[in-house]
């Protein structure tokens, strides 16, 4: 219960000082674009009301999750293709150094003239750029798979879908989870620009919308809710990855317990 209350105050300690720094900064401002903090907080209320929820809420989270897990399957499944083999590896690496160069806003008006404006293009702006993080990381990890490992595997005649799903994933899966921790940051990011382009709802429409009004208090409400979400996301997938990497997690542990 200790560990888990000290854990809490680190975690708490940096954002309580950000705002509280916040709000002594901004208490006496009568700048129009630097709003106080008591104003913001006091407007928030109004703003982000259960409608408001769902009509820009909702449908921003699920074009997100929508093409991070778009990005999630084609990137590990490519990145295992590419890791695997050299000569794939030799044959794609210029192609994807090329690709991955490209920033995916740039895409954006390329993808409109082919998915059009709705939820589908937002969804693909954000697969195209969540997908090279978890693309490059799961070759990293397939390359570094142990080679005694996999020859004792083939050794055993654990061949396959078997040796993958029991070896090489799982060893790959500390470079996955990174590159999946990555991809999310971008997502949320790809997320609001896709919602400034031909969008009719959306956290990033609403902020938009907020600033050509010049209700710059709402603005900077919107701007909390994407702080909001990007801590609450970060915090499912430390759960999740903890979950699914308990083995490695424990195994650094005991190490360190050794040393």
């Not at 209350?5 to 208490?27: D, E, G, K, N």
């Not at 709003?35 to 913001?40: A, G, K, M, N, S």
């Not at 999630?72 to 030799?90: D, E, F, K, N, P």
């Not at 080679?147 to 090489?168: K, P």
Request: glycine share 8%; proline share 6%; charged share 15%.
């Amino acid at each position: 219960m200790g560990r888990v209350l000290l854990r809490a105050v680190f975690v708490l300690a940096l954002p309580a000082v950000l705002i509280a720094v916040w709000w002594a900064a901004s208490s006496g401002s009568v700048n129009p674009y630097w709003p106080p903090l008591r104003t913001i907080l006091t407007t928030f209320p109004d703003v982000w009301t259960a409608d408001r929820l769902r009509s820009d809420v909702l449908p921003s989270v699920l074009r997100l999750l929508g093409g991070y897990a778009t990005a999630a399957v084609v990137g590990v499944a490519l990145g295992t293709v590419i890791g695997s083999y050299r000569r794939v590896r030799a044959l794609c690496e210029p192609v994807l150094e090329f690709l991955r160069a490209v920033p995916p806003p740039v895409l954006v008006p390329v993808i409109m003239l082919f998915a059009g404006i709705g939820n589908s293009m937002k969804v693909v702006v954000i697969a195209s750029g969540c997908v090279w993080p978890i693309l490059l990381n799961t070759v990293e990890g397939v390359r570094a798979v142990d080679s005694v490992m996999l020859e004792t595997a083939r050794s055993y005649g654990i061949t396959g879908a078997a040796r993958l799903r029991s070896l090489v994933l799982p060893s790959a899966g500390p470079q996955i989870f990174a590159g999946l921790r990555q991809a999310l940051s971008i997502g949320i990011i790809l997320m609001v620009i896709s919602e400034m382009f031909a969008a009719s709802n959306g956290i990033g429409f609403t902020v938009v919308q907020f600033q050509r009004s010049f209700a710059i208090p709402d603005m900077w409400t919107g701007i909390l809710v994407l702080g909001l979400l990007g801590f609450v996301l970060s915090v499912v997938f430390q759960l999740v990855e903890r979950r699914v990497l308990a083995w490695y997690h424990g195994l650094r542990a005991s190490t360190r317990r050794s040393a």
